[in-house]
C-alpha cells in the first residue's frame, strides 16, 4: 500500500478507515447514526462548543495533565539494560484526571454533544468501570439520568467502581449474557439504544462502534498527544522517539498517537492484552483476530472460522474485548503503528515494579503499557525518549491484584 | 416467477415463520420446520445463530445460546437448508441473521453457498443500504433476494435508499426495539404499510412482536405477509425435541387466522 500523504486525514466521509469501520448497524439505529454525524461535524465546527469543551477539561478535569519524567524507573531499567542503553522513560499523567482515568475526556466532549442534540437520557457500557463512573460523573455534574451497562463477571471483580456510580447516581445493569464482560455489556447497551431511540445517548466508552463515534472518541482523546507534544517541546525541545500506549479497544492510545502520526520520526507501539499467552485465553484482537464485523463496525476481532466471537481474556477488565477500534485496525495494516502483547503476568511484574520506583499505582491496563516499556527501554539508546500512557490509577486494582499474588485484604 | 414471489401471489397474506437453525440441536431442525410448513407457514425464515445477537430479544438470545451451544457450525446451516429444499422444493427458504458469520469466507462464497443450499432470500440485520458492498452485490450477481428492513425510524428521505437493491419482499419492523418484546399499535402499522407500499411494489411484510392469532389477522387485514418469530422460538425452548407437535398446532392457528382474515376483507 502507497503511504498517503497525512496518516491524519482518516477516516473518510462514510466512516471507513481503508477497509475498516463503517456504520454496521440495524436500519432502526441507522437515522440516529446519521443524525449523530450531523450532530458531530457541525459541532466540531464550532467554536463555542470547543470552548465550552475546553473550560470543562481545565476546570473540572483538571487538564492539563502533567508530563512525568520517571527518573527512577528509567534507572531500575537500566540495571538490567546493555551497556550505554537504557531509554529514558516519560508518562503522560493521566491517571491524574478527575475519576482516575483518561475516560473522562471523552466523557464531556460526548455530553455535550448529546444536550445539543436535546437527548434527555444517557446509556453507556463498562467493562473496568472507568468509563461508567466517567459517565456517571458527567450525568451526575448536568443532571441527566444514567444506565450503565456492565457484564456481572465484571460487577464482581470491580466492586469499588459499581459502588462509585450507585453514589453518582447510576443505575448499573448487570449483563448475565455471554461472556458477561464488556462485549455483553455492549450487545445489552445497544439493545437498549434501538429500544429508546427517541431520547437517549449512547456514551460509548472507545474508539470503537459506528460512524462517527471512532472518530469523535478519537478527537475528544486526542488532548491527550497534543498536551503531551507540546509539553515535550517546551520542556526538552524535541519529539519523543517511541510512544507507548495499552489497548483494548483503543482510545487513551489512539488519543496519544493521533497528534503525532504525522511526525515521521515518532514510532509508536500498541500494547494488546496477551492474558494467560497468546496460545491460550487472551484480548489480543490484532495479534490472535482476523478481520471481522461487530458492534457497528469492522476490524480484527477474535473469532473461529465460521465468525462466531471468542472470548477474551486479560487479568484487566478495561483490555478484556474480543475486537479493537477499526483506526488500529488500518494502522496496523498499513504499518504505521506497530503492535505487540503483554500477559497478565507481565502486567502485574509492570505494575509492582512501577508502584516500587516510583510511588505510583497504575491501573492494570497502563501495565500492560509499561510491560513492553520495560522491554523496549533496554533495546534503546540512554538518550532516547519513551513517553508512556499512563492512562489509569490502580486504586480499582488492588483486590483483583491481591488475589493474584495470593494476598487476603 | 420466483418462489418467493409465489408465496405473496397467493390467495391469502403470507404467514413468514421464523426458527433459529440448530435450535435445540442441527439434528432437530428438520422436523420443526416441517412441522412449520405442515401448519402453513408459506415463507421460512431460518435464523443463522451467532454469539452476540446484537437485535435480539431475550427469547432468540436463548435460541442462539443453546444452537451454538449444541455445536451448530454454518456448514451444519447449509446443510438444513439444502436438506429442506429437496424435502419441500415450492417452499421458500429465507436465511436471517447477523453479518460477521455471513461475510467471514467472502460474500461471494457465501452467496455460492447459499444459493447451492437453494436458498432464496437473505436478512441481514448489520448491513443497512450504506454498507451494502458488504454483501449486496454478492447475493444479488448469484440470484438471491436481499431483504431489506424497514422500521419506525426510516424516514421519507431515507426510504427510497432502503428500497434502492431491494427484493423480494419488505420487513417492516414495526418496533422500534428488540425481536419479541412489545406489539407496535394497530393503527401505526396501518400507516407505516400504507406509506410502504406507496413507495414500492414488493411485498410489505410486518412483524415484530407478533405473537397472538388475533394480532396476526389484524396485520393479515393491511400487509401483504406476517413474520412471526418469538413465539415460536419460544415454544422451541419450551418442548425442545419434542417441540414440532406444539409448534404446527400454533402455526395452524396463525394461519387459520390469517385466511380468515383476507376472507372477511373479501366479504
Same mark, same amino acid.
Given at each position: ?62 487538564? @492539563? ?22 531509554? &529514558? ?31 434527555? =437520557? ?8 472507568? /468509563? ?12 441527566? @439520568? ?11 471483580? &470491580? ?27 455492549? #450487545?445489552?447497551?445497544? =439493545? ?65 498517537? /493521533? ?39 469492522? *476490524?480484527?476481532?477474535? $473469532?473461529?472460522?465460521? %465468525? &462466531? ?16 477500534? @477499526? ?66 490509577? %490502580? ?15 | ?59 432468540? $438470545?436463548?435460541? #442462539? ?25 415450492? *417452499? ?44 449486496? @452485490? ?76 388475533? &394480532? ?52
Amino acid at each position: 500500500m502507497n503511504a498517503p500523504n497525512s496518516f491524519r486525514a482518516q477516516p473518510d466521509e462514510t466512516g471507513h478507515f481503508g477497509p475498516f469501520g463503517g456504520r454496521y448497524v440495524a436500519e432502526t439505529l441507522m437515522p440516529l447514526i446519521l443524525d449523530l454525524d450531523k450532530a458531530w461535524q457541525a459541532a466540531k465546527a464550532d467554536p463555542a462548543f470547543q470552548a465550552e469543551f475546553e473550560d470543562l477539561l481545565e476546570h473540572y478535569v483538571g487538564r @492539563p495533565s502533567p508530563l512525568y519524567h520517571a527518573e527512577r524507573l528509567t534507572e531500575a531499567l537500566r540495571e538490567n539494560a546493555p551497556e550505554g542503553m537504557g531509554a &529514558q522513560v516519560w508518562f503522560k499523567r493521566d491517571e491524574l484526571n478527575h475519576t482516575g482515568a483518561h475516560k473522562i475526556n471523552n466523557c464531556i466532549g460526548q455530553i455535550l454533544l448529546a444536550m445539543r442534540m436535546g437527548k434527555t =437520557r444517557i446509556i453507556a457500557e463498562t467493562g473496568a468501570g472507568q /468509563h461508567g463512573v466517567a459517565t456517571a460523573t458527567v450525568c451526575a455534574r448536568f443532571g441527566l @439520568p444514567c444506565v450503565i451497562y456492565m457484564g456481572a463477571k465484571d460487577i464482581v471483580r &470491580q466492586q469499588p467502581n459499581v459502588f462509585r456510580m450507585k453514589l453518582l447516581g447510576a443505575e448499573v445493569r448487570a449483563c448475565e449474557s455471554g461472556s458477561k464482560s464488556l462485549k455483553d455489556a455492549m #450487545n445489552e447497551a445497544m =439493545r437498549d439504544w434501538v429500544a429508546n431511540v427517541h431520547d437517549t445517548f449512547y456514551i460509548i466508552g472507545t474508539a470503537a462502534g459506528p460512524h462517527p463515534y471512532p472518530e469523535l472518541v478519537r478527537d475528544f482523546q486526542s488532548v491527550i498527544g497534543r498536551e503531551a507534544r507540546a509539553q515535550m517541546l517546551s520542556r526538552i525541545d524535541r519529539l519523543p522517539d517511541l510512544l507507548v500506549a495499552a489497548i483494548g479497544g483503543g482510545s487513551n492510545a489512539i488519543g496519544l498517537f /493521533h497528534p503525532f502520526l504525522d511526525d515521521a520520526d515518532v514510532a509508536m507501539l500498541g500494547v494488546e492484552a496477551a492474558g494467560h499467552g497468546l496460545d491460550k485465553q487472551h484480548a489480543a484482537s490484532l495479534a490472535g483476530g482476523a478481520p471481522g464485523i461487530l458492534h457497528g463496525n469492522k *476490524t480484527y476481532l477474535l $473469532q473461529d472460522e465460521d %465468525g &462466531q466471537i471468542d472470548e477474551a481474556h486479560s487479568i484487566s477488565a478495561g483490555l478484556d474485548y474480543p475486537g479493537i477500534g @477499526p483506526e488500529h485496525s488500518w494502522l496496523h495494516s498499513i504499518g504505521r503503528v506497530e503492535y505487540t502483547s503483554a500477559t497478565d503476568t507481565e502486567a502485574l511484574d509492570a505494575f509492582q515494579l512501577l508502584c516500587r520506583t516510583e510511588g505510583i499505582i497504575p491501573a492494570l491496563e497502563p501495565s500492560h503499557a509499561i510491560a513492553a516499556v520495560a522491554r523496549r527501554a533496554r533495546e534503546m539508546k540512554r538518550d532516547q525518549i519513551i513517553l508512556a500512557n499512563l492512562c489509569g490509577r %490502580g486504586d480499582k486494582d488492588i483486590f483483583t491484584v491481591a488475589e493474584a499474588l495470593g494476598v487476603a485484604i | 416467477m420466483t418462489r418467493l414471489s409465489n408465496a405473496f401471489a397467493k390467495a391469502h397474506p403470507a404467514l413468514v415463520a421464523f426458527v433459529t437453525a440448530g435450535d435445540p440441536t442441527p439434528a432437530d431442525t428438520a422436523a420443526i420446520l416441517d412441522a412449520l410448513v405442515a401448519g402453513g407457514a408459506d415463507v421460512i425464515e431460518l435464523g443463522m445463530p451467532f454469539t452476540d445477537p446484537m437485535a435480539d430479544g431475550p427469547a432468540i $438470545q436463548a435460541a #442462539n445460546i443453546r444452537s451454538l451451544g449444541a455445536g451448530t457450525r454454518t456448514a451444519d446451516i447449509l446443510s438444513i437448508a439444502k436438506a429442506f429444499r429437496a424435502r419441500h422444493p415450492e *417452499t421458500p427458504l429465507v436465511l436471517m441473521g447477523y453479518a460477521n458469520p455471513m461475510t467471514i469466507r467472502g460474500a461471494d462464497w457465501f452467496a455460492a453457498a447459499a444459493k447451492d443450499a437453494g436458498v432464496d432470500g437473505v436478512i441481514c440485520v448489520d448491513i443497512p443500504p450504506e454498507e451494502d458492498a458488504a454483501l449486496g @452485490p454478492a447475493l444479488r450477481s448469484a440470484g438471491i433476494d436481499l431483504i431489506r428492513l424497514a422500521t419506525p425510524t426510516t424516514d421519507a428521505a431515507r426510504l427510497p435508499a432502503v428500497l434502492d437493491g431491494a427484493s423480494g419482499f419488505l420487513y417492516y419492523v414495526s418496533v422500534a426495539g428488540i425481536t419479541g418484546k412489545q406489539q407496535a399499535a394497530q393503527a401505526s402499522i396501518e400507516d407505516a404499510v400504507a406509506r410502504l407500499k406507496a413507495a414500492t411494489d414488493i411485498p410489505v411484510a410486518v412483524g415484530f412482536g407478533v405473537r397472538t392469532p388475533e &394480532q396476526a389477522a389484524a396485520i393479515a387485514r393491511v400487509a401483504d405477509g406476517v413474520v412471526v418469530g418469538s413465539a415460536i422460538v419460544e415454544l422451541v425452548g419450551a418442548h425442545g425435541k419434542d417441540a414440532p407437535a406444539p409448534v404446527r398446532a400454533y402455526i395452524e392457528t396463525l394461519s387459520a387466522a390469517i385466511r380468515g382474515a383476507r376472507q372477511e376483507i373479501a366479504a
